[in-house]
């Protein structure tokens, strides 16, 4: 996150005081910030049968737990009402017009037709759980979209639900790519059983981000905390759609760890530990502070078991707001993440057990180099083993996509090479990544998994072995 301030463009003010955070030169740094963990290094292999789940719950048809549920949700509907006066005060709507800092706590973004301040709530995060719910219930939205699968050339529609929250008193949500991803139809269901068929603006598989539109004005809006900020142990609650029935369900944890790198899907993205309840049906939903601000959209879970047969528990992710909402303005200014650095090439990773056999450093080694691309400019060849970026060792395809992350497009970086037996050093200057190339994940036969930025007919990659580097890292205002 260095130099955040000044590629946000962005200011948060507490409102219980009039001090500005709007140093440009601060450049908050998380522990051990350079060894931020890997599950595929330091849990895979520990355990057996572990699983990544992305919480996202596809369903077809009805459900035994229509009664209960229906029953849960006329309760929650007499609590919240019977708390909405008193919590009022608390409750955030945004402010659609402003375009500079109002004199209580915001968050501004600049140049977007989103609102230009999302508040935020002040306080020493000493709110019951029950405040909290009370307070943001009403701006949590359930999500269901059909979407069409082809099976053995049977093509059938299925119906798979997720959460999402509201940004905008005139219906901007966010909610996970992963929800929406593929969808004919998105619907969109608030807390007092209202729905609307919403609008995809933009979406970014990258970082696993969507922003939706519904028509409707008069909404309430969730409130953002500066996530930079926020500390393992602090309480959280998160608010969510288990299992797409469950609906409007509030699960309760603290923040476990920050800062880690989560692949899910041959992409690692940084995202805070909790132990909340986090099951299908929770993408995209928001986990809030003790203050009812958002810090994290909640997005994956680790389920399984151990080598011993012990089933892994309460292990959830969620993506800080800092990292989404500079995601979503662009999103909603271009439809797609601009300035993200490229660097047109393909890689495959080099195993422990070649390197060791041909005496070679472990890494990701150059297959295709893009012609005219920023790493043919700067000599890169094909075999060449990359194991240092911008400063940071190199020793897989995913520590490479992390290193990519911190930098954008037009950036000048040094990386090292691995070339007939020596280490040569390149200067490269990032290319930005085209807005029409579509990074696909597959999975080869023996398990590993690849990216390509084209499929043979049969959705498999030509050779099931290649990596496109897909590009990472932002530009924000001017």
């Known amino acids: 996150m260095d130099n955040y301030d000044e590629r946000m463009n962005y200011s948060f003010e507490p409102s219980d005081s009039g001090e500005s955070f709007q140093d ?5 740094e998380p522990d051990n910030h350079e060894k931020k963990p890997k599950h595929d290094k330091k849990v895979t292999t520990k355990l057996v049968a572990l699983v990544l789940v992305v919480a996202l719950l596809g369903s077809v048809g009805g459900s035994v737990l229509t009664g209960v549920i229906s029953n849960i949700e006329k309760k929650n509907t007499a609590s919240v009402a019977a708390t909405a006066e008193t919590s009022s005060a608390a409750a955030s709507s945004s402010s659609a017009s402003s375009s500079s800092s109002s004199s209580s706590g915001n968050y501004t973004v600049v140049s977007s037709d989103l609102p230009t301040t999302l508040k935020s709530n002040s306080g020493d995060k000493t709110l019951t759980p029950s405040e909290v719910y009370s307070m943001n219930v009403n701006a949590v939205v359930g999500i269901t979209t059909e979407v069409t699968t082809n099976v053995f050339g049977q093509t059938a529609t299925e119906a798979c639900s997720g959460t999402g929250f509201i940004i905008s008193e005139d219906g901007y949500i966010v909610t996970n790519n992963h929800v929406v991803e593929d969808a004919n139809t998105v619907t969109v269901t608030l807390y007092d059983g209202t729905t609307y068929t919403a609008t995809i603006i933009g979406t970014d598989s990258l970082n696993d981000v969507a922003l939706l539109k519904i028509d409707a004005t008069g909404l309430q809006a969730v409130t953002v905390a500066d996530s930079d900020q926020i500390e393992v142990g602090e309480e959280v609650i998160a608010i969510g759609n288990p299992l797409g029935e469950l609906t409007f369900t509030m699960t309760q944890g603290y923040i476990s760890a920050t800062n880690r790198e989560i692949n899910t899907d041959g992409t690692p993205i940084n995202m805070m530990q909790t132990d909340a309840a986090i099951n299908s049906g929770n993408s995209g939903g928001p986990l809030f502070d003790m203050n009812g601000n958002v810090v994290g959209i909640t ?37 797609y993440v601009t300035g993200r650095a ?33 790493s043919e400019k700067a000599g890169l060849q094909q075999g060449d083993i990359i194991t240092e970026f911008n400063g940071t060792k190199i020793s897989s395809y995913t520590d490479l996509v992390a290193a990519l992350q911190d930098c954008k497009a037009g950036d000048t970086v040094k990386m090292t090479v691995y070339r007939s037996g020596a280490s040569q050093e390149l200067t490269i200057t990032l290319d930005e990544r085209p807005k029409d190339v579509e990074t696909t994940t597959t999975t080869t036969e023996d398990g590993s ?3 390509d930025g084209q499929q043979s007919q049969d959705g498999q990659s030509q050779d099931g072995q290649q990596q496109i580097i897909p590009g990472y890292g932002f530009s924000f205002g001017n």
């Open 342 to 374: 490229y660097l047109g090439i393909s890689v495959k990773d080099l195993d422990s057990t070649t390197a060791s056999t041909y005496n070679l450093p472990v890494g990701p080694m150059v297959e295709v180099v893009n012609s005219g691309s920023c």
């Open 449 to 451: 998994q690849s990216q």
């Open 24 to 28: 440009t030169s601060h450049t908050p």
């Open 299 to 335: 997005t994956a879970k680790y389920s399984g078991t151990t080598s011993t047969g012990t089933t892994i528990e309460g292990i959830g992710f969620a993506i800080p707001i800092n990292d989404v909402l500079k995601i979503v303005y662009d999103l909603k200014d271009n439809g």
